[in-house]
């Protein structure tokens, strides 16, 4: 279990049309309850349940990467601040944190193994930003004033799975 | 997040009640896994069907629970619900662990 979050860094969500602006600190329960927020917005932007689907996983992702590798350092976890805009094409994401900046080309990296069975033991993790990579577009991200800021969107598809979902 | 454990011939029936299977409690999912498949029948089937939510932290802890169960034991998964077969499915792992629709479909197979 997490050491307890710290108040100070948990906001309620503010909304103004199509923004929802979070502050939440970086820990698992703080995150789960984040990720019902983001969903209640889509939904109220007429997301369907595999919009809604797509969201929670790439922004579960996300949040998970910056609680564990960002904040690996610091045992009360640190703050974490969202906007989801929702647009007619897509819900665009901005996520800013404090901690450690991200390592070189973990955007680009691939750590699924390309064949099954793979060569050698199977992997237990390093899933999280292939599933980001798969699902949203637009990823980039900028190191600036000391934050990271990654951004992305996941985009709006009438009848249809995601774009790379093989399906 | 609770697992109900049920013996049926030579299969185990392992049942996630509880919703998501996410960095919240992977940790506790693969320890509770490790007591509920030791001395396990040849087949355990983790029943899916509860589950709404999966993250790479769930998934690699039933990646784990699979490999600490060793050689001699199988783990299939049966009754993934549509974003649980959607991120088994974009990281291949559905190549992996035998999957099957429902429980019962699992049962049969391993019947007899």
């Given at each position: 279990m997490p050491a307890k979050a710290d108040p100070r860094h948990t906001r309620p969500p503010m909304?103004?049309?199509?923004?929802?602006?979070?502050?939440?600190?970086?820990?698992?329960?703080?995150?789960?309850?984040?990720?019902?927020?983001?969903?209640?917005?889509?939904?109220?932007?007429?997301?369907?349940?595999?919009?809604?689907?797509?969201?929670?996983?790439?922004?579960?992702?996300?949040?998970?990467?910056?609680?564990?590798?960002?904040?690996?350092?610091?045992?009360?976890?640190?703050?974490?601040?969202?906007?989801?805009?929702?647009?007619?094409?897509?819900?665009?994401?901005?996520?800013?944190?404090?901690?450690?900046?991200?390592?070189?080309?973990?955007?680009?990296?691939?750590?699924?193994?390309?064949?099954?069975?793979?060569?050698?033991?199977?992997?237990?993790?390093?899933?999280?930003?292939?599933?980001?990579?798969?699902?949203?577009?637009?990823?980039?991200?900028?190191?600036?004033?000391?934050?990271?800021?990654?951004?992305?969107?996941?985009?709006?598809l009438k009848g249809a799975m995601c774009p790379k979902d093989g399906r | 997040m609770e697992i109900h454990s049920h013996d049926t011939g030579n299969v185990r029936l392992l049942s996630v009640k509880g919703g998501r299977i996410d960095a919240a409690v992977a940790i506790a999912f693969k320890d509770r896994m490790r007591a509920l498949t030791e001395g396990a029948p040849a087949t355990v089937i983790l029943d899916l069907s509860d589950v709404s939510f999966i993250d790479s932290s769930g998934l690699g802890s039933i990646v784990a629970a699979m490999k600490q169960m060793g050689t001699q034991r199988k783990l299939h998964l049966a009754g993934l619900t549509p974003n649980v077969d959607r991120v088994f499915r974009l990281t291949r792992m559905d190549k992996v662990f035998t999957i099957h629709e429902t429980t019962d479909e699992g049962l049969q197979y391993n019947a007899g």
């Open positions: 909304q103004s049309g199509n923004n929802l602006r979070l502050r939440l600190n970086s820990d698992e329960y703080e995150i789960r309850r984040s990720l019902e927020q983001i969903k209640a917005h889509a939904t109220r932007h007429n997301a369907d349940h595999v919009m809604l689907g797509t969201i929670e996983i790439v922004l579960a992702e996300v949040l998970n990467n910056i609680a564990e590798h960002a904040y690996a350092s610091q045992p009360r976890g640190g703050p974490i601040d969202i906007t989801c805009t929702a647009t007619p094409v897509a819900f665009r994401f901005a996520v800013l944190d404090e901690g450690t900046p991200l390592p070189r080309g973990v955007l680009q990296a691939r750590s699924m193994p390309r064949q099954y069975p793979p060569e050698g033991p199977l992997p237990e993790g390093g899933f999280g930003w292939d599933l980001i990579r798969m699902l949203s577009v637009r990823l980039s991200f900028t190191r600036k004033h000391g934050r990271n800021c990654l951004s992305f969107a996941v985009p709006i | -």
